[in-house]
Structures are given as C-alpha cells and as structure tokens.
C-alpha cells in the first residue's frame, strides 16, 4: 500500500447516489454527464497539443451553426442582438423585447470556458441567453483567448469594455456578470479597476468562479470525479493560463487582493461543483472585506449547471436576476 501523505486522509472507493430531492430534469442531466468521458488535456507546455484541443473545440462550434441550431438558440429568447467594436474588443449587444428605449441598466457578460472557449458566436449567444434571463441588456465580452493570446490578453479586454461601457451607461447602471473562467475575469476585472481609480459596478454576480488558481481548494478533491468538467483531469488547464506567471497575483487569483471596494456580490454554486470551494472561500472574504455578500448552494449541482432546462436552473436564474434588479438603479 502507498504512503498516505501526512496531511491527507485516503477516503475508501465508493458509490455516490443521486440525489433523490433534485428535480427529474436534474437527476436526467446528472445521470448523462455521468456516461461522458473525461477530456484528457495536455500538459501545460505543449502549445502544439492544445492548438489541437481548440481546433478541435471550435469544430465542434461550426457544427452548431452549420446545423442551424445556434440561431434556433438565439431566435428562442426573443432578443435582438447586435455587434459592435468597443475599443477595439468585439462585444455583444443583447436587448431582450419589450426593453424600455430609456432603460439604461446594462450587465456586462464575461463567459466561461477556461479561457480557450465560448468566444465568437457562441459569445453572440451568451448575449442573448443572459439578456433574456435578467431582462436587462447585456454587453457580452468576445475576448482573446488562448493559446493565441496570453496573459493578460483576455483581462486586457475586459477592463477595455468595462472603462467604455461606464462611460456610456454611468457605474450606477451597470453590473457585471462571470461564470467560471469568466467569474475570474470578472473579480480580477475590478481589482484592475480599482487600482485604476476606476468606479465600481453597482453589483457583481459570480458563478462558480476560478478564483484560486493556486488550486488549494477543497473541493478540487472532494469532488474530484463528481463533477464532469471540472476535478485533478482540468489541472492543466489552469497551469496553461497561468504559465510562467505567480499563480497568487491577484490578477491571476482574486482572492489574494483587497475585495473592500468590491460592490454587493451574489456568488451561486452546487455541492458537486469542483469549484465549490473556490465560490464559498471568495464569499467569506468579501464578507470579512466589509462587502454585502449572498451566497447560494444549490444540492447537487455541478459546474455549469445541470441541462438549463431544470427547476433548479430557473432557480438559479432568478436569484442573478433578482440581486441584480436590487441593485441596479
């Protein structure tokens, strides 16, 4: 038998049921995520290898649009949307129906996808989803992504967007929106606009955000195999984008920096999430910063949600949507 680690605790191979309080949808979406393999990265040096993993992401893309359904997607949520080039940065701009012409409340969408995904059109369609969702216009960032662009190409960005956007809509007006990669953005995003004496946002939703990339959360363990996205098999991923730099920056992991002027913050995760931890660590330290803080665990919920069709993801969406209209002036 090998040596357990001093610090560690070896927990024995065993079954973990679904939970039987969870919707019929979300007991579906859990069981399918169960049947997919897990995605077998490279190592964090091999810029060849993950040209490939991208090439091969973005195929997958094309397929989506080729086959029509993206605007299927798009056409479903009853929202216009535009494209424009604010500073240079492509950006989204999603206006659900029935948005009054003087409403002047806009979210600024950051999109997860580890930082090599979700940009182009599927950033077109996160515009659309999110303003149907909230009710509210949206602005969805298309940063630069690897293996392209590096850090801080992508953070780059979306200080750029937020800079233009409070100019044209005021602070008051805006809040800003991440999930996962995107939740890093996001933190990392008003860290940068503090220290640039930039205003803040009137409000901040988070979730599940990669705010730790030292990877010293819990829950990268404990629901190591739980969750189908994230757990040890994404490692390299993060050591991907943070390659070469202090992994304890705060541009890199915003929970090492001063979160006092962070506006109010709602942070939403599951209890399968792989970064669990990561959402309720960040949660006790805006609290311990003096920053008002909502927290949400919803059971059995995985990174990403479960099939955005669920109860529980309608739940989910109307704890942002609500926070947000709080907030908002």
């Known amino acids: 038998m090998a040596d357990i680690a001093p610090d560690a605790l070896r927990v024995a191979a065993h079954d973990v049921p679904v939970p ?3 919707s019929e949808g979300a007991r579906r979406a859990l069981d399918a995520s169960a049947q997919v393999p897990r995605t077998i990265l490279p190592r964090a040096d091999d810029d060849d290898a993950w040209e490939g993993v991208v090439a091969g992401q973005r195929a997958q893309e094309e397929q989506l649009i080729a086959s029509g359904l993206l605007e299927t997607y798009i056409a479903s949520t009853r929202t216009q949307v535009d494209a424009r080039l604010v500073d240079g940065v492509p950006v ?9 012409d003087d409403d002047q409340r806009v979210v600024l969408v950051i999109h997860g996808g580890g930082w090599t995904q979700g940009g182009g059109q599927l950033t077109r369609l996160a515009a659309a989803l999110e303003a149907s969702s909230l009710g509210l216009r949206t602005w969805a960032v298309d940063y630069r992504m690897l293996p392209g662009h590096r850090y801080p190409a992508s953070l780059d960005d979306c200080v750029a967007v937020y800079r233009s956007l409070i100019g044209e809509a005021g602070a008051a007006n805006v809040a800003v929106s991440g999930t996962s990669a995107g939740g890093n953005l996001a933190a990392a995003l008003l860290l940068r606009a503090a220290a640039d004496g930039l205003p803040m946002p009137a409000a901040l939703g988070l979730w599940t955000p990669a705010v730790d990339l030292t990877l010293d959360g819990d829950s990268w363990h404990t629901n190591d195999g ?6 040890q098999h994404s490692r390299t991923l993060v050591e991907f984008y943070t390659r070469g730099e202090d992994p304890r920056n705060p541009s890199l992991s915003p929970i090492f920096g001063d979160l006092s002027p962070f506006p109010p913050t709602v942070l939403i995760s599951g209890t399968r999430d792989g970064l669990l931890s990561d959402t309720v660590r960040f949660h006790r330290q805006l609290r311990r910063s003096g920053v008002e803080a909502e927290l949400h665990v919803f059971e059995g919920l995985p990174h990403g949600g479960f099939d955005f069709m669920s109860p529980e993801d309608a739940e989910r969406a109307t704890e942002f949507r609500a926070f947000f209209r709080r907030h908002l002036a």
């Open 20 to 22: 039987r309080s969870l």
């Open 92 to 100: 989204f701009v999603g206006t659900p129906d029935g948005l009054a």
């Open 226 to 231: 739980l969750d189908p996205i994230i757990g």
